[in-house]
């Protein structure tokens, strides 16, 4: 009895053994023993069960986030992507260069630490690389630049810092480029792509001039917004008529702002706090919702042409004179919805003391060569002194 025991026991064992064995050889052995290794590297945060899947006795190719076709990995997307899951904590295995065959590698937000594995420039086949919202630091590898394959680099939220790697631009397919909220420095290379529609560098410490015809005017998303970029625009907007998003606030640009963004198809024109200089001249009816030209050095007449904007800020610059009767007319049908004109050099506007502003729109005067007509709420940031001194008037001629 004992002896049939012993036999039924040994069948079991070779059966799994036979099994494992199998089930591993599915795989290609390069990548089944990278994946230990990434596995190995990296925890599920508390409250986290992604690697619950990850049992090296049975096919990797069935893993939660590994993607397969034949034997060889093709897509790795680590951690659990629904919304409000931990993530994982480690560091990324260099181990993942391993993983030739791979197209697409993703890592939901977590607490990730350490550096890009210089190793992932290994992937030629990789399309699409997003490491975001975690806390990887060091500098972009410009090893990233032999990708040529690679058509989305998302890298935003992290801590990386240095430079954008030159090599970066030269990369031929690449059509979105996200960096944002990092502590990148240094100026930004020429972009080569003919596809690149989205690039996301707002939340750095980058600077330097745009060169032209260093951005493809096949662009429809623009943000380098809280960045100390600087010199004039008026050769580099102009180009990019297909952006459907731009903002460039938080900046030190300067000279003229180019008439052409005023009828770009978008929905928001963000190009406050800079230093952009001269009169704002659009050539007819801007229909842009939101206009943003706040603190900044523009200086001239309001332009009747702005009156068709929702949303409407022209606060602290230099404007000077009376402001067209037009902004009155659809500030009181409820056109305009906001129209912040305070810390100028206005002289006059022409509504009655006793206009009733609608309660949905909101107008501010403060701080102008004037007695503000009619009293409406203000922000805080325009103070509290109602008109400008008359000294600063009489200096000012715009």
Known sequence: MKHQILNFNLIVVLIILHSFQFTSAMLDPVDFLALQSIRKSLEDMPG??????????????????????????????LGDPRAGAPGLSGRLHPSIGKLTALAEFTVVPGRIMGAIPATISQLRNLRFLAISRNFIFHEIPATLGELRKLKTLDLSYNQITGGVPWSIGKLPA????????????????????????????????L??????????????YLSLSWNRFSGRLDRVLPRLNRLNYLDLSLNRFSGPIPVSVFYFPISNLQLDRNQFTGPVQPIKAVRIPIVDLSHNLLY??????????????????????SVPRVFVDRLMSGGIKLLYLQHNFLTGMPIKPRSAIPVSSSLCLQYN??????????????????????????????
């Open 300 to 321: 001239g007449h309001v332009s009747p042409f702005l009156a068709t904007v929702q949303n409407l800020y022209l606060n602290d610059n230099r404007f000077t004179g």
């Open 369 to 398: 060569c004037m007695v503000p007509p009619v009293q409406s709420p203000c922000p805080a940031s325009a103070g509290t002194q109602k008109t400008r001194p008359g000294s600063q008037c009489n200096e000012w001629k715009g």
């Open 48 to 77: 986290s069960n992604y690697f619950h899947s990850w049992d090296f006795t049975s096919d990797p190719c069935n893993f939660a986030g590994v993607y397969c076709q034949q034997d060889r990995v093709v897509a790795l997307n």
């Open 174 to 205: 690449l059509t979105n480029l996200i960096l944002c909220h990092n502590h990148l420095s240094g100026s930004i290379p020429p972009f080569i792509s003919k596809t690149l529609t989205r690039l996301d560098l707002k939340h750095n410490d």
């Open 207 to 220: 600077s330097g001039p745009i060169v032209p015809y260093s951005l493809p005017s096949s662009l429809q």
